[in-house]
C-alpha cells in the first residue's frame, strides 16, 4: 500500500514567520515530488516540484527532498496570510502514471 | 489560460441513480483525471485517460466507469449511486508525458440520498 503521510494540522505560525510543512512516504521507488496548495472551496493548484536530493527554492517557498529518509518538506519564509491554506504533498508512485497525495496539512497565517 | 470546466458545481442524487460527471479542459491535454476528496482522505485517483478510449484505473475505481471519446471531455459514471459516494469529485488534466503537472477543475459536490 503507497503511503504519504502528512501531519493535518492545522498548524498556526505568525505572519513573518517560517512554516515548515513535512512529509513523508513509504514507496522507496518514488522519485518526483510536488506541493500543491489548495484555499479553502478551491482546487488544489501546483507551486513546487522536487526531484533530486537537496532543497529548490522559488520565491519565499522551498522545497526539501532527502529520499534516504524518505521525506520531503516545504518552507514558507516570511509568511502572510495569504498563505493559508491547505498543502497537499504527493508523490509518484514507481513505475506508475499518477500521484499519490497526502491528506494534506492545514496552516493558518495569523496577522 | 490554462482552463478546467466540470459540469456541475453542485448535484443531489438518489441512491441507485445513474450519475454523469462532466469535465472539459481547453488545453490540448492528453492526460485526464478524475479523483474523489474526502475529509482526512485526501484526494483519491479514481480513473486517468492518457489519450482517447484509453483509460486506466486508479486506487479507487469500484463502482465508478469513466468514458473518454473526444480529448477534451472525460466523463465519470457512477453506474448506481450510493450513499459512500457523496465527496467532491475534482478532475484534472496535464500534458502528454507529464502526468505530475495537473491542472484541476472546480469540483462537483456530490450527495447521493
Known amino acids: 500500500q503507497k503511503e504519504v503521510e502528512q501531519n493535518s494540522g492545522p498548524l498556526s505560525v505568525p505572519e513573518g514567520a517560517i512554516a515548515s510543512l513535512n512529509c513523508t512516504y513509504s514507496?522507496?521507488?518514488?522519485?518526483?515530488f510536488f506541493w500543491y496548495r489548495q484555499y479553502s472551496g478551491k482546487s488544489p493548484e501546483l507551486i513546487m516540484s522536487?526531484?533530486?536530493?537537496g532543497d529548490k527554492e522559488d520565491g519565499r517557498f522551498t522545497a526539501q527532498l532527502n529520499k534516504a529518509s524518505q521525506y520531503v518538506s516545504l518552507l514558507i519564509r516570511d509568511s502572510q496570510p495569504s498563505d493559508s491554506a491547505t498543502y497537499l504533498c504527493?508523490?509518484?508512485?514507481?513505475?506508475?502514471?499518477?500521484?499519490?497525495f497526502g491528506s494534506g496539512t492545514q496552516l493558518t497565517v495569523l496577522p | 489560460d490554462v482552463k478546467v470546466t466540470q459540469s456541475s458545481r453542485y448535484l443531489v442524487k438518489r441512491t441507485g441513480e445513474k450519475v454523469f460527471l462532466e469535465c472539459v479542459q481547453d488545453?490540448?491535454?492528453?492526460?485526464m483525471f478524475w479523483y474523489r476528496q474526502d475529509p482526512g482522505l485526501g484526494l483519491r485517483l479514481i480513473y486517468f485517460?492518457?489519450?482517447?478510449?484509453?483509460?486506466e484505473k486508479g486506487d479507487i475505481p469500484e463502482g465508478y466507469s469513466v468514458s473518454r471519446e473526444k480529448k477534451e471531455r472525460f466523463s465519470l459514471i457512477l453506474e448506481s449511486a450510493s450513499t459512500n459516494q457523496t465527496s467532491m469529485y475534482l478532475c484534472?488534466?496535464?500534458?502528454?508525458?507529464?502526468?505530475?503537472?495537473?491542472?484541476f477543475g472546480p469540483g462537483t459536490r456530490l450527495t447521493v440520498t
Open positions: 484534472a488534466s496535464s500534458q502528454r508525458g507529464n502526468y505530475y503537472e495537473q491542472y
Open positions: 514507496d522507496r521507488g518514488s522519485q518526483s
Open positions: 522536487i526531484y533530486s536530493n
Open positions: 504527493a508523490v509518484t508512485s514507481g513505475s506508475a502514471r499518477q500521484l499519490t
Open positions: 488545453m490540448d491535454h492528453e492526460n
Open positions: 485517460s492518457y489519450d482517447v478510449k484509453m483509460k
